[in-house]
């Protein structure tokens, strides 16, 4: 009977998971749906990175987050320790090897659909904001100063906006502005043959830059998307142009759009997502002094909205993080394969 604890143990010591970057509401949802698996998890605030790797221990799982970075040097140490599965709790999987990955056999999976709807909506959020000034209004009533000056927006009905990457979150930002009577127009490498059913036209990238009022980017950070918005690009762009960015920072060179912003060529800048995020995003940073002095500039335009990454935060999103995450991680513990194929990277 010896070896019925010592296989206990086993199990259980296959059953750790690790997650990176955490943060109350990550422990409040996975914990929750954890009840239905059973697994032992555990929550660190650090990101993964070279520094903190050497603390993986037993665990058969690592759940990681946008700003961890899961480069060759973390996998081949993470493989060491006997790791087997990277669990992205999220879509981009731009920081991530996926290659070293392979060559240590480890399996990667993601949430490749949570909720596009929230993007889509906090991508309209952006817009309005920006449009109509909500935020100073909002300050302004509180001081009691019920003057409209500096407010004036412009109606969206009629505008072109232009959707640069139509998968998941572009296809759900298509038809909610398509409701606001706008013309949409897109571009994408692949088309969306329910969306041109839908009334919306592609174009070539110059095509939707220069006719567009307004310009969001739904499309992945790869290497041919890295700085695709830069002096070129943007100098493409209709005077007075809104651009939102809820993608990835990478999408954009920033001091390029600042310079666009001083000469007024950019309207409006609204960004959910900056290239140096790691540094500044999910953290209470109020007593500190801020390094980075792009973001600071930036911060400084009144017409420009930074939102830290909140994107994908629902309730019903932070949700299906977790029940796909824990599921699909279940699945391969077991040497089984996630019914939704897509989850899987490596
Ligand atoms: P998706 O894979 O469904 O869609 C991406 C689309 O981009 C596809 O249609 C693809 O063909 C297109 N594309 C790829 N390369 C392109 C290129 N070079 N030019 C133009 N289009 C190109 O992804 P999704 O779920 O819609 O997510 C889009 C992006 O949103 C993700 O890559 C992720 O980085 C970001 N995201 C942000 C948040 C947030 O909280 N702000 C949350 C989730 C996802």
Same mark, same amino acid.
């Given at each position: ?62 759940? %990681?987050?946008?700003?961890? $970075?899961?480069? +060759? ?8 320790? #006997?790791? &087997?599965? @990277? *669990? ?74 232009? %959707?640069?990457?139509?998968? $998941?979150?572009? +296809? ?8 606001? #009577?706008? &013309?949409? @127009? *897109? ?160």
């Amino acid at each position: 009977m010896e070896f019925l604890p010592n296989f206990l143990q086993r199990i259980t010591a296959l059953m750790k998971i690790l997650f990176f970057s955490a943060k109350p509401y990550d422990r409040t949802f996975f914990e929750q749906h954890n009840e239905r698996y059973g697994f032992e998890l555990e929550f660190l605030e650090t990101h993964l990175g070279p520094h903190i790797v050497e603390a993986v221990q037993d665990q058969i799982a690592v759940c %990681v987050f946008v700003n961890d $970075k899961v480069n +060759a040097e973390v996998i081949a140490v993470l493989a060491e320790k #006997g790791v &087997k599965i @990277i *669990a992205l709790r999220c879509a981009g999987f731009n920081n991530v090897d996926l290659e070293a990955a392979r060559e240590k056999g480890m399996r990667i999976c993601r949430v490749p659909e949570y909720s596009p709807q929230a993007v889509a909506e906090h991508t309209v959020a952006m817009l309005l904001t920006l449009n109509r000034k909500t935020h100073k209004a909002y300050n302004r009533v509180r001081e009691q100063n019920f003057a409209l000056n500096g407010l004036m927006g412009f109606n969206l009905y009629g505008k072109t906006v232009g %959707v640069i990457g139509t998968g $998941k979150i572009g +296809a759900a930002f298509c038809k909610i502005m398509k409701g606001f #009577g706008c &013309k949409v @127009i *897109a571009y994408d490498i692949a088309a969306n043959a329910v969306l041109q059913a839908n009334g919306i036209a592609y174009h070539d990238l110059e095509t939707v830059l220069g006719s567009s009022d307004i310009i969001s980017l739904h499309c992945p950070l790869n290497e041919h998307t890295h700085h695709m918005i830069n002096a070129q690009t943007l100098q493409k762009m209709k005077k007075g142009v809104m651009l939102i960015n809820t993608s990835r920072g990478g999408l954009i060179n920033t001091p390029d759009v600042i310079d666009a912003l001083k000469n007024k060529h950019v309207g409006y800048f609204g960004i959910d997502v900056y290239e140096q995020e790691e540094k500044l995003f999910f953290k209470d940073l109020s007593e500190s002094i801020i390094e980075d002095d792009t973001i600071q500039r930036l911060m400084s335009f009144p017409n420009v909205l930074v939102t830290a990454h909140q994107g994908f935060f629902t309730e019903e999103a932070l949700s299906e993080i977790a029940q796909v995450t824990l599921s699909s991680i279940d699945a391969l513990a077991k040497g089984a394969e996630p019914d939704n194929k897509s989850v899987i990277l490596v």
